[in-house]
């Protein structure tokens, strides 16, 4: 998701100074449009759920996103079976272009699901499916996982694709109207209105800086948007205004400003800003100056056929994965440079303020400590400094079991202290989907697949209250929200521990139980049960 600034808070049913511009924001005394939904955050999962309710007939949609201009950030993603199935509820149409965009990124030329003609025996014989291969620290392949869409295709009923966030985002904001979609809108406030029906959002505007939302960058809107969205700006060039909507969609990523603005003043304030998973990410996507002797060394010992391969030091003890593994993905990039992203355990503190070359030490000492094979630290070690970076994994826990370190579980006693009962992913006509409400780190591929999830119950729901016009009825929007997390939060606890232990990797029992909890639902059958 694009990442939100620091923004003070208030309830929605209150009317609290949350922000030094906040005062300059006057409600007019005659109400302005009324939206049926207002979506907070032109990400993914923000901008697939104004596709499915315009697919259904709620056209009076916008949505706001705090960036200045969409600009070409994010990494490369993957989405599983039940992401492009949740799409493919929301709106065929989507699907089928994300699909077309995605297919061929990591992929050869495949069949997209359809039926094709049979090749000869030699025909088949020299055609492999990529792969991604799992390796231990001697180079011996702990499980392989096809990148072919087919494969996947033929084992759970939908495929699989990797796509760049940007391009998965380019093309879905392609889908809506242009005038539907507005940049440089910063949520600063959200207040009830129930003398309206509704909530306002009180939003400023930089209009110091012009920029298509809608162009590929060129240099100017480059040069514009390096400059900090923090940075301290002439009163003059600020604008604000408010938006009033019947329901708000708050899709604006883990560090959601309206999680903020509904739980930092509330019993809930310890769960407002997302908790550090205990995980991070220390990474380098491109090294060109390689040695003859260590290229060769890394592919004969871990690539070999594979253009991305993850090489672990995973432990098993009984049932279950030490967590405190470390796991590097190296990879090939198109242009031929390798790169590496490398997951593991450490204190937020050992990464905070480090400098690149800090890293690249902090790397190495985990390694060595771990025993990783000296090929894989002379790469670390070559990395360029001006490639090095670090990314502290970050969560909003779906269980309480897993949000709270406890010697004895039994020992809670929720109904006593309210810090330990979890917030409800709604308040009033405000819902949380996607990493606003769930998220977590990004180990197995599922925060824009489960955001999908998300995005096509809530779309679901608010049909339904679109076509029964309970649009100012408070109970019936309340019970369809809880529906909405009811069905949503059993599932997203199931993935997130899976995430944190990864231990669908350790056994192909236990990744066929992963893929039938996580892969193989009936979605239709999940829509008859919300109507």
């Given at each position: ?20 511009l906040a ?15 207002v ?7 923000g ?5 499915g ?14 960036t ?17 199935q ?58 392989s ?16 694709v ?35 029906d ?5 939003c ?38 408010s ?21 930092t003043?509330?019993?809930y ?82 990464l ?12 190495l000492?985990?390694?060595e400590?771990?025993?990783?094979p ?8 070559i ?27 039994t ?15 709604s308040?009033?006509?405000i ?23 998300d ?21 019936a929007?309340a ?6 997390e ?17 231990s669908?990797?350790?056994?192909d ?5 992963y893929?039938?909890?996580?892969y ?12």
């Amino acid at each position: 998701m694009l990442e939100t600034e620091s923004s003070p808070h208030t309830h929605t049913n209150t009317s609290t100074k949350v922000d030094t511009l906040a005062d300059s924001v006057v409600s007019s005394s005659a109400p302005q449009e009324i939206y049926d939904v207002v979506v907070v955050g032109a990400g993914l999962i923000g901008l697939a759920t104004a596709i499915g309710l315009r697919k259904r007939g709620i056209e009076n949609v916008l949505v706001i996103d705090q960036t200045r201009a969409f600009r070409e950030i994010g990494q490369i993603l993957d989405l599983h079976p039940n992401g492009l199935q949740a799409l493919k509820h929301l709106d065929p149409n989507a699907y089928e272009e994300v699909k077309k965009t995605g297919l061929g990124f990591l992929n050869p030329k495949q069949s997209n699901g359809q039926k094709t003609i049979e090749p000869t025996q030699e025909q088949q014989a020299p055609k492999t499916s990529p792969q991604w291969v799992y390796k231990d620290l001697q180079g011996q392949i702990i499980r392989s996982i096809s990148l072919s869409f087919d494969d996947w295709f033929k084992d759970y009923g939908e495929g699989r694709v990797s796509i760049s966030w940007y391009n998965l985002q380019t093309t879905l904001r392609q889908l809506l109207p242009q005038d539907r979609v507005k940049a440089n809108h910063r949520c600063i406030n959200v207040v009830n209105e129930p003398e309206n029906d509704c909530v306002r959002i009180d939003c400023v505007a930089n209009t110091g800086i012009e920029a298509n939302p809608y162009a590929y960058w060129i240099d100017g809107q480059k040069h514009n948007e390096t400059q900090p969205q923090n940075s301290d700006v002439a009163p003059q060039e600020l604008a604000t205004k408010s938006i009033r909507a019947k329901l708000i969609v708050a899709a604006d990523g883990i560090n959601s400003t309206v999680r903020r603005l509904l739980y930092t003043d509330s019993q809930y304030h310890n769960f407002a800003r997302p908790e550090y998973s205990g995980f991070a990410a220390i990474f380098c996507r491109e090294i060109a100056e390689i040695a003859k002797e260590l290229r060769t060394k890394l592919e004969e010992d871990f690539f070999q056929d594979s253009t991305v391969v993850t090489i672990t030091n995973d432990e098993i003890s009984g049932n279950s994965v030490c967590i405190n593994n470390i796991r590097i993905i190296l990879f090939h990039r198109p242009t031929g440079e390798l790169g590496y992203i490398i997951h593991l355990a450490l204190p937020l503190d050992s990464l905070q303020g480090k400098s690149e070359s800090s890293l690249i030490d902090l790397a190495l000492q985990e390694l060595e400590k771990a025993g990783f094979p000296d090929a894989l630290k002379q790469l670390v070690r070559i990395s360029p400094l001006a490639k090095m970076q670090q990314r502290p994994y970050y969560i909003h826990h779906a269980s309480i079991s897993d949000s709270l370190q406890v010697s004895n579980p039994t020992d809670l006693n929720t109904e006593a202290d309210p810090a330990k009962i979890l917030p409800a992913w709604s308040v009033g006509r405000i819902v949380l989907v996607g990493d606003a409400a769930h998220g977590m780190p990004p180990f197995m591929a599922q925060g824009a697949n489960q955001g999908f999830e998300d995005a096509l119950v809530v779309t679901t729901l608010i049909t339904k209250i679109a076509e029964e016009n309970n649009w100012d009825d408070p109970q019936a929007i309340a019970k369809a929200f809880e529906k909405y997390e009811c069905l949503r939060r059993p599932l997203m606890a199931y993935v997130q521990q899976a995430t944190l232990k990864r231990s669908p990797y350790s056994s192909d029992k236990e990744w066929q139980e992963y893929a039938q909890q996580v892969y193989c639902r009936n979605f239709d059958q999940l829509i008859e049960g919300l109507l």
